[in-house]
C-alpha cells in the first residue's frame, strides 16, 4: 500500500511540528480564559456542570485535529501507479561469416577452434535479444545457412549443426564476406554489422576479399573481423582413414593474413582482432557486444490518485463538530 504511496509537497508536513506547541500553549493558558463562576447551592446542577467543563477541551483537539488534516492536504497525499513501456529506438542487423574450412578442426583452442567458436557464438546471440541474426558460412566457396531472422533459436540450431566437411576445401575470405554483404545490402536498419571469422588466408573462390570490402562500405556495412588461431605451431588435421573416418593430426605453422582482415575492418570502420585461445576468443565476442549495443528508451506513465481532497473533508467535519458543540453543549462554558 505505502510502496505506491507519496506527498507532492513534503515540505508543508513540517507545518505539523505546530500542533503539540499549540496544545502545549492551550494547556498553559487554558486556565486564565476559562470562565469561573461561584454559585451557592444546587448540588445537583453543579456535578452536571463539572462533567460537561471537563470535555470542554475536546473543542480544541477537534481545531487541532482539522488542522493537522489541512496541514496534510497542503502535502499532497497521493497514490502512484507506475506503467513501463519500452522502445527499441535502433534496431541492429548482425551477419555472421564463418570459416569452416578443414583448418577450423585444429586444436589450438579446446576442443577445436569450430567448437569453441559455435560455443561462444551462441552465448553472443543470447545477448542480443532485439537484433536481427543471419549466419553465412564459407570454405572454398560461400554459402547462406540461415538468413536474417529476428528466431534466434533457428540461429543457434543452425550454429549448432555447423560441421566441417559441408563446403569444398579452401578459404574464400572474399565470397564468405561478399555473401554476408548480399544478405545486409537489402536491409533498412539503422546499423549493419559483419562479424567475419577466419583462421587462414584467401586462397579460393572468385571474389576478391578488397572488391568485397569496398561494396560492404558502399553499403554502410561495418565489419569486425577475426583471426582465430594461436601464435607459432598448432596442430592441424592432416588426413583422414576412409575406413574409419579417423583424423590425424601433425604441428603445423598458423598462418593468418592478419593484413588483409585489418584493412577490411579499417575500410569499413569495423575492428580486428585475434582470438589465439578459449578465453580470448569470449572475450572478443564481448567486446563486439558492447561495442555494438542496441539502444532501448523506457518510457514510464505515472498515474496519480490525489488523496487531499480526503483530507480536507475530513478537516470539515472536525470543524463542524467543534462548532455544532460549541454553540450547543458548550455555549454556557465560552
Not at 259 to 274: S, V
Amino acid at each position: 500500500m505505502f510502496n505506491n504511496f507519496e506527498f507532492h509537497n513534503p515540505e508543508f508536513l513540517w507545518l505539523l511540528l505546530l500542533i503539540p506547541l499549540l496544545a502545549i500553549w492551550n494547556f498553559l493558558t487554558s486556565k486564565k480564559d476559562s470562565a469561573q463562576l461561584t454559585m451557592a447551592s444546587t448540588h445537583a446542577f453543579l456535578v452536571k456542570k463539572s462533567f460537561v467543563s471537563k470535555l470542554k477541551p475536546l473543542l480544541y483537539i477537534f481545531r487541532l485535529l482539522a488542522l493537522a488534516f489541512i496541514i496534510i492536504g497542503l502535502a499532497r497525499p497521493r497514490n502512484v501507479s507506475i506503467s513501463k513501456k519500452t522502445k527499441t529506438n535502433r534496431g541492429i542487423d548482425i551477419v555472421m561469416a564463418i570459416d569452416v574450412s578443414a583448418s577450423m578442426l585444429a586444436k589450438d583452442l579446446k576442443p577445436n577452434r569450430l567448437e569453441a567458436l559455435k560455443r561462444v557464438a551462441t552465448e553472443f546471440i543470447n545477448k542480443r535479444p532485439n537484433d536481427r541474426i543471419g549466419i553465412v558460412v564459407y570454405a572454398g566457396e560461400s554459402f547462406t545457412q540461415t538468413p536474417i531472422t529476428s528466431d534466434k533459436s533457428i540461429v543457434k540450431r543452425t550454429i549448432s549443426e555447423i560441421k566441417w566437411g559441408q563446403l569444398e576445401g579452401g578459404t574464400a575470405i572474399g565470397m564468405g564476406l561478399g555473401s554476408a554483404v548480399n544478405r545486409l545490402k537489402e536491409s533498412k536498419a539503422k546499423s549493419k554489422v559483419i562479424i567475419l571469422l577466419t583462421d587462414g588466408v584467401n586462397n579460393a573462390g572468385f571474389v576478391d576479399p578488397k572488391t568485397a570490402t569496398e561494396l560492404a562500405k558502399g553499403n554502410n556495412i561495418k565489419v569486425y573481423t577475426i583471426g582465430i588461431g594461436t601464435n607459432g605451431m598448432a596442430p592441424f588435421p592432416w588426413a583422414k582413414d576412409p575406413r574409419t573416418g579417423q583424423i590425424s593430426f601433425r604441428n603445423q605453422q598458423v598462418e593468418i593474413d592478419e593484413d588483409l582482415l585489418k584493412h577490411i575492418a579499417k575500410e569499413t570502420e569495423g575492428k580486428y582482432f585475434r582470438a589465439t585461445d578459449n578465453t580470448k576468443l569470449k572475450a572478443i565476442y564481448d567486446e563486439i557486444d558492447k561495442l555494438e549495443k542496441t539502444k532501448i528508451e523506457e518510457f514510464k506513465y505515472y498515474n496519480y490518485t490525489e488523496k487531499y481532497r480526503l483530507c480536507v473533508f475530513i478537516a470539515g467535519i472536525f470543524l463542524l463538530l467543534e462548532f455544532i458543540l460549541k454553540n450547543t453543549i458548550f455555549k454556557s462554558f465560552i
